[in-house]
Every structure is written in C-alpha cells, then in structure tokens.
C-alpha cells in the first residue's frame, strides 16, 4: 500500500466511525425512558408473581397486561437503533395508559376493592407504601412523557450535541 491509499483507507474509517458514533448518539436520546420503562416491566412483572401467589385473578390479569404492553413498548425503543424517526407512539400511549392505570390503583387502595386488586395490603404501612409507590410511577411516567415531548420537538440535549458533533467529524 502506498502513503495515497492508506490515508484514504484511515479516512474511510474515520467517517464510518463517525456515523456509527451519531447513530448510537440518536439511540441514546431515548436513553432515560427505555430505564423507566424498563422499571415498569419490572414492577409489573412483581406484581404478577405476587397476584398470582395471592390467587387474586383481577390482580393477574391487570398485571399480565400492563407487562405485555410494556414489553412491546420495549421491543419499540430498541427499533431507534436503525431507525431514526422521532416518535414512539407505542410507548407514549403506554405511559398514558400506565398513568391512568396506576392513579386507578392508588384510588383503589382506598376503597374496599383494595383486597381485590392488592390482597397482600394487609396494614396502613403497606397501604402507605404502595401509595407512595404508584404516585411515584406516575410521576416517572409524565417525565418520560415530557422528555418524548423534548426529543419531537428537538429541545433536548442530545440533539444539539448531535448536531455540532455532525459537523465537526473527526
């Protein structure tokens, strides 16, 4: 190899590393929401064991969907590894509905449903617990909610590093 192919060779090799580096930066703006979302796969998953431990079928069956749902929201977010659109619809609606079910459920904790849904809620400090723990969901959905808002509308950190780091190739 001459001195004329080998720079050309290192060259090609730093664009291609430079692509790869923007397209893992695209994957890591949806970084926070894959956790969380990921968490509630997690806590749905407990919930289940512990329904089904219970035998309470409400409790199953709400559980069993809410992880489904979860999962396929999951399956959703490792799509942005080859693909570049925005929007993740699947999960935006997930975390709305996992809003909606978990303020259900912290409803439900105070009514005399709460030996349906969580039979395992035996005294105040447990009620107390899964209070907590459900209004602490919520929460993390809306921040999930509100950083897809910031990745439609390019407002997050991530895309202005992206966009400097395109025009400064290595």
């Given at each position: 190899?001459?001195?004329?192919?080998?720079?050309?060779?290192?060259?090609?090799?730093?664009?291609?590393?430079?692509?790869?580096?923007?397209?893992?930066?695209?994957?890591?703006?949806?970084?926070?929401?894959?956790?969380?979302?990921?968490?509630?796969?997690?806590?749905?998953?407990?919930?289940?064991?512990i329904s089904a431990y219970?035998?309470?079928?409400?409790?199953?069956?709400?559980?069993?969907?809410?992880?489904?749902?979860?999962?396929?929201?999951?399956?959703?977010?490792?799509?942005?590894?080859?693909?570049?659109?925005?929007?993740?619809?699947?999960?935006?609606?997930?975390?709305?509905?996992?809003?909606?079910?978990?303020?259900?459920?912290?409803?439900?904790?105070?009514?005399?449903?709460?030996?349906?849904?969580?039979?395992?809620?035996?005294?105040?400090?447990?009620?107390?617990?899964?209070?907590?723990?459900?209004?602490?969901?919520?929460?993390?959905?809306?921040?999930?909610?509100?950083?897809?808002?910031?990745?439609?509308?390019?407002?997050?950190?991530y895309y202005r590093v992206?966009?400097?780091?395109?025009?400064?190739?290595?």
């Amino acid at each position: 190899m001459n001195q004329k192919e080998v720079e050309r060779e290192k060259a090609e090799v730093a664009r291609t590393k430079h692509r790869e580096s923007i397209k893992y930066m695209y994957f890591s703006r949806y970084l926070m929401i894959r956790y969380i979302v990921t968490i509630f796969l997690f806590c749905n998953l407990m919930w289940f064991i512990i329904s089904a431990y219970y035998g309470s079928r409400f409790g199953i069956f709400a559980a069993l969907i809410m992880g489904v749902y979860s999962a396929v929201a999951s399956f959703e977010q490792l799509s942005k590894m080859h693909n570049r659109k925005r929007d993740i619809p699947i999960t935006r609606i997930y975390l709305y509905v996992q809003m909606i079910v978990n303020a259900l459920l912290t409803i439900g904790l105070f009514t005399p449903l709460k030996k349906m849904i969580f039979p395992f809620v035996i005294n105040n400090d447990i009620l107390c617990f899964m209070a907590a723990f459900l209004l602490i969901g919520i929460v993390l959905a809306a921040l999930c909610e509100f950083r897809i808002h910031q990745i439609l509308n390019d407002k997050d950190r991530y895309y202005r590093v992206i966009e400097v780091f395109k025009k400064h190739q290595q």
